[in-house]
T-cell receptor, first 114, second 110 residues
């Protein structure tokens, strides 16, 4: 088991372009989370999946953001028509669906919108 | 509601102790502590649950005061490897979703 992996690690894009990030969770983990982290701040919750079902999405999340987890394995996060304010680190985490278990984070994808 | 951490930053010498506090305006179900080094993923330190149960795997202790809606992380005899940013996250009972505080940056100097 190699932990949670995210791809790409870095992405630079022009404003208005679409970007897609991928997260591969630890294989036996049912739950998968996406967080966004800006400099000097804690991770901010975006959305979460239990298997393939997206069960919660942050009210702060623009409709330009969409996430999927087909077949309950890897997940993708897409941002359409990127804006400079989308520049951040996007973190993925996973854990089993047992209550009160630690979340394992990936190293994140750093997005820079120019 | 985002929990509030204090202090924002701490500088220590090796061997000194530190306390990091986390306060919430909402009733707490659980508090999760993570440490993040620059450019790396957050790493789990400890979970504290309502009722007093703790789960952790490092030589770090913590407390959880349900009435005051606060948690404190105690770092004793600090080592250089303790440097990083510490986040508390408040957890819900059924989703595992965490709401993180803004972080406390700890720097341990030789």
């Amino acid at each position: 088991d190699t932990g949670v992996s995210q791809d790409p690690r870095h992405k630079i894009t022009k404003r208005g372009q679409n970007v897609t990030f991928r997260c591969d969770p630890i294989s036996e983990h049912n739950r998968l989370y996406w967080y966004r982290q800006t400099l000097g701040q804690g991770p901010e919750f975006l959305t979460y999946f239990q298997n393939e079902a997206q069960l919660e999405k942050s009210r702060l999340l623009s409709d330009r953001f969409s996430a999927e987890r087909p077949k309950g394995s890897f997940s993708t996060l897409e941002i359409q028509r990127t804006e400079q304010g989308d520049s951040a680190m996007y973190l993925c985490a996973s854990n089993p669906s047992r209550p009160n278990t630690e979340a394992f984070f990936g190293q994140g994808t750093r997005l820079t919108v120019v | 509601q985002q929990p509030v951490q204090s202090p924002q930053a701490v500088i220590l010498r090796e061997g000194e102790d530190a306390v990091i506090n986390c306060s919430s305006s909402k009733a707490l179900y659980s508090v999760h502590w993570y440490r993040q080094k620059h450019g790396e993923a957050p790493v789990f330190l400890m979970i504290l649950l309502k009722g007093g149960e703790q789960k952790g795997h490092e030589k770090i202790s913590a407390s959880f005061n349900e009435k005051k809606q606060q948690s404190s992380l105690y770092l004793t005899a600090s080592q250089l490897s303790y440097s990083g940013t510490y986040f508390c996250g408040t957890g819900s009972s059924n989703t595992g979703k965490l709401i993180f505080g803004q972080g406390t940056t700890l720097q341990v100097k030789p």
